[in-house]
C-alpha cells in the first residue's frame, strides 16, 4: 500500500510542479516577447525624436545661422511657438516677422538701422522714414527690404492702404523671385494683402484670396505640397463664407508664457552647451519646452513642441515594426492613461517602459490583444516552445510508464509472497503427511501390534513408499532452488530426442505403475542428434507428462508427438484434461504459480514443475508453450531450435 501511495503522491507532485513552472515559463515567455517589442518601439522613438531634436538643435545653436531660420522653424509640425531671450527679455518669434538677427549678415547699413528702429526700437514712424529714400536703391535686395519694411511700419502705424500699395510694389517688382528659403514670393505678400484688406473689412479681400488660390494652383510645381494645403487652409474659408478666423491649433497668452518661462531662462542660462527639455503645466495642457543655449551666452531660443507631434510618431514606429494591431498607449506613471478613451476594454497592461527625452516623464504601456502573440514570439521561439511543451509531454509519459511497471512490480511480488506463504504451508503439510505415515507404522511395528509376516512386509512397504514421495518432493524443491541460485550445472552432449522420450515415458510408466496411464507415442523415423543435457530433458519431459496425466482423467490417454523442422525439434504432449483458462496461460509458467481450479487444488503440486522446465528449455535455446481451453484438454510443446546445438 506505502509503496503504491508514495509513488502516486511523488509523481502527482512532480505532475504539479511541471504544470506550474510550465505556466510560468508560458508567462515569462509571452512577457520577454512583449517586453522586447517594447523596446524596439521605444529605441526607434528615441532614435527618431533624437534626429529631430538634433535638428533643431543644429539650426539654433550657430548664432549666426539662426536669424534665418527662426521663422523657418517655427512653420515645422513639432514646433508650436518660438521664443528667444535676449538680455533676459522674452520675445516670440512672429511668423513673417524678421527680427534683427535676420538681417544681421546685410551689408547695406542703412536698411539694417531702419529695421533696428522699427524691431527693435519699435518705432515705425521713424522706420518708415528711413524705408522710404532705399525704395530706390540700386541693390534689388536693399530695395525688397526696404518695400517689406515700409509696408510692415505702414501696417504698424495703422495705414493698411499704404502697406498695400508697398505690398503691391513688392509683388510687381519681386513677386516671381525666391526668398533664401526657396519660397517663391508671391504667396505670402499676397497672404500679407489679403490680411490687411481682410482686417480692413474690404471686400477686394475676397479676391485676392482667389487670386492666391489660383496662383497656387496654377503653379503648384513652386510651392511644396505642406505649404500650400497651408495657405489654402487658411484661405479657403474666407473665400466661402463669413471672414472667420480659425483658431490656432494651439494658443497661448505671451504674459503667461513670460511668466512661465521665466524660472526656465534662468536656468537654460546655467546650461552650457546642452539642451534642456522641460515641461510646464499651463492649465489643461503639458508644454514641452526645448531650450537651446547658443554660442553668444546672452541668447536663448526657446521652443515650444507639441508632444503630441512626437506621440504621433509612435504609429508610424508601429507600423514599421509590424505592430500595428499592438495597443500601445502612453501614460502618466501616476497609473492614469494619457488618453483614457483609448482603452478600448483593456484592462491589464503585461508590460511598461518609459518613453526617450523629450517625453521621458511618460510611460509606454502594452495592452496585447487577446490571444495575440508578440512578434518576436511568432518566429524562431515558438520552437522553443514546442520543445518544451513535448519535453512536458515526454516526461509525462515517462511518470506514467513508470507508474505502470512500479505498480506491476509491486503486484507481481505481493502476488509471489502470496504464493510463496502458500507453498509453505503445502510444503509442510505434504512433508508432514508421509512422516506421519512413516512414525505410524514404525510405532505400529515396534509395538509389535502386526499379527504375521505378511502384515509386517506390508507395513515396511509402506514405510518405503512414503520414504520415497518424501524424498522425491525434497529432491524437487532442491532442483528448482539450484535453478533459481543457477547453480545448476549442465553437461551437453549429442543426444537423439525420440530416445529422450522414450526414457521419460518408461520413467512415467514406473512412477505411475499403481495407477497405470495409456501414452501413445506418434514419431517419425529418423530424429537428429542434437545437443542437450539428457538427465534434464527426460526431467521436462517427465514433467510434462505427470502434468497431463495429473490434470486429466485416468481413463483417458496422454499423446506425445515428436515432429522435427528444418531448424527445431518439437515434442507435444497431449492431454484430453481440465485444461487451462486463457488469463493463465502465461501465469502457470511462474514459479508457485497453481490454477485456482477445483481439481488442480485436489492435485498434489508444487507450482514449480513449469517454471523449473522452461527454464532448462531456455538454457536450451528453446521454449515451452502451452495451447489449451478449459474442459479440451491441453498441448504443451517443448520446443528447442536446432541451430546453435545441431549435432554432427
Ligand atoms: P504443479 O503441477 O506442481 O502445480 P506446475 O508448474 O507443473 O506445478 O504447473 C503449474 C500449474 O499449471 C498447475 O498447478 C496447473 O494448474 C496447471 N497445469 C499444468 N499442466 C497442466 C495440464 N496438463 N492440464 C491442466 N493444467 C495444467
Not at 214 to 227: K, M, N, Q
Not at 254 to 279: D, Q, W, Y
Not at 444 to 452: D, F, P, Y
Request: proline letters at 4%; aromatic letters at 8%.
Amino acid at each position: 500500500m506505502v509503496a503504491i501511495l508514495i509513488p502516486s503522491v511523488l509523481v502527482t507532485a512532480l505532475g504539479l510542479v511541471t504544470v506550474f513552472e510550465a505556466d510560468h515559463f508560458v508567462k515569462d515567455f509571452v512577457r520577454d516577447g512583449y517586453r522586447e517589442d517594447l523596446e524596439n518601439v521605444t529605441e526607434a522613438l528615441e532614435y527618431e525624436w533624437k534626429e529631430n531634436l538634433d535638428h533643431f538643435k543644429e539650426l539654433l545653436v550657430d548664432a549666426n545661422a539662426r536669424g534665418a531660420y527662426l521663422a523657418a522653424i517655427r512653420e515645422d509640425p513639432f514646433v508650436i511657438d518660438v521664443l528667444y531671450s535676449r538680455r533676459g527679455e522674452l520675445t516670440r518669434v512672429e511668423a513673417g516677422k524678421p527680427y534683427p538677427e535676420l538681417l544681421s549678415n546685410r551689408k547695406n547699413s542703412a536698411l539694417l538701422a531702419a529695421i533696428r528702429m522699427e524691431s527693435v526700437e519699435g518705432k515705425d514712424a521713424e522706420a518708415l522714414m528711413l524705408y522710404r529714400p532705399l525704395l530706390s536703391h540700386r541693390d534689388p535686395t536693399v530695395v525688397l527690404g526696404a518695400l517689406l519694411g515700409a509696408a510692415r511700419s505702414s501696417r504698424e502705424l495703422e495705414d493698411s492702404s499704404d502697406s498695400i500699395r508697398y505690398l503691391d510694389l513688392a509683388l510687381a517688382r519681386f513677386g516671381s523671385t525666391v526668398d533664401g528659403s526657396g519660397m517663391v514670393r508671391k504667396f505670402p505678400l499676397l497672404y500679407q494683402k489679403f490680411k490687411l484688406l481682410k482686417r480692413r473689412g474690404q471686400p477686394e479681400a475676397a479676391e485676392v484670396a482667389r487670386t492666391l488660390l489660383r496662383t497656387l494652383d496654377e503653379e503648384s510645381f513652386r510651392v511644396s505640397a505642406e505649404v500650400a494645403a497651408v495657405y489654402r487652409d487658411a484661405l479657403s474659408e474666407h473665400v466661402s463664407s463669413a471672414v472667420q478666423a480659425k483658431a490656432p491649433a494651439f494658443s497661448i497668452d505671451a504674459e503667461l508664457m513670460k511668466s512661465l518661462l521665466a524660472p526656465l531662462h534662468k536656468a537654460a542660462s546655467s546650461v552650457n552647451s546642452e539642451c534642456l527639455v522641460s515641461r510646464l503645466q499651463a492649465g489643461e495642457r503639458e508644454l514641452l519646452f526645448l531650450t537651446v543655449p547658443t554660442d553668444e551666452a546672452a541668447f536663448v531660443v526657446h521652443l515650444l513642441l507639441d508632444s503630441a507631434r512626437f506621440l504621433a510618431q509612435l504609429a508610424e514606429v508601429k507600423d514599421r515594426l509590424h505592430l500595428g494591431d499592438a495597443l500601445l498607449l502612453p501614460a502618466l506613471p501616476s497609473g492614469s492613461l494619457l488618453d483614457p478613451q483609448k482603452k478600448a476594454g483593456a484592462e491589464e497592461f503585461l508590460v511598461a517602459k518609459a518613453l526617450p527625452s523629450p517625453l521621458s516623464h511618460l510611460e509606454l504601456r502594452y495592452f496585447p490583444e487577446p490571444g495575440g502573440l508578440p512578434v518576436g514570439f511568432r518566429s524562431f521561439e515558438v520552437l522553443t516552445l514546442a520543445t518544451f511543451t513535448w519535453a512536458v509531454m515526454l516526461l509525462v509519459l515517462v511518470i506514467m510508464v513508470g507508474v505502470f511497471y512500479t505498480l506491476r512490480y509491486v503486484l507481481r511480488e505481493t502476488r509471489t509472497a502470496r504464493l510463496k506463504s502458500d507453498f509453505v504451508s503445502f510444503i509442510s503439510h505434504e512433508l508432514k503427511t508421509p512422516l506421519a505415515a512413516i512414525k505410524m507404522f514404525t510405532e505400529t511395528l515396534r509395538e509389535g501390534r502386526v499379527s504375521g509376516e505378511e502384515e509386517q512386509q506390508e507395513c515396511l512397504e509402506l514405510i518405503e513408499r512414503e520414504s520415497d514421495r518424501l524424498s522425491s518432493l525434497i529432491d524437487k524443491v532442491l532442483a528448482y532452488s539450484k535453478v533459481e541460485s543457477e547453480q545448476k550445472a549442465f553437461q551437453f552432449g549429442s543426444c537423439n530426442m525420440a530416445e529422450v522420450v522414450d526414457e521419460a515415458i518408461s520413467l512415467f510408466h514406473a512412477h505411475t505403475s499403481d495407477r497405470p496411464r495409456e501414452v501413445k507415442l506418434h514419431s517419425v523415423q529418423d530424429i537428429s542428434n542434437i545437443q542437450m543435457d539428457r538427465a534434464s530433458m527426460i526431467e521436462v519431459v517427465l514433467n510434462l507428462l505427470s502434468n497431463a496425466a495429473k490434470y486429466s482423467p485416468s481413463e483417458t490417454d496422454i499423446i506425445v508427438n515428436i515432429r522435427e523442422t528444418v531448424d527445431a525439434i518439437a515434442v507435444e504432449v497431449v492431454d484430453k484434461g481440465v485444461g487451462i483458462p486463457k488469463r493463465d496461460h502465461r501465469r502457470i509458467f511462474e514459479k508457485f504459480f497453481r490454477s485456482d481450479d477445483l481439481l488442480t487444488r485436489e492435485v498434489e503440486g508444487t507450482g514449480l514443475g513449469l517454471a523449473f522446465s522452461r527454464y532448462i528449455a531456455k538454457v536450451h535455446n528453446g521454449d515451452i508453450r502451452v495451447s489449451s481451453q478449459p474442459e479440451s484438454g491441453s498441448v504443451f510443446t517443448l520446443q528447442l531450435k536446432k541451430t546453435h546445438v545441431l549435432a554432427e
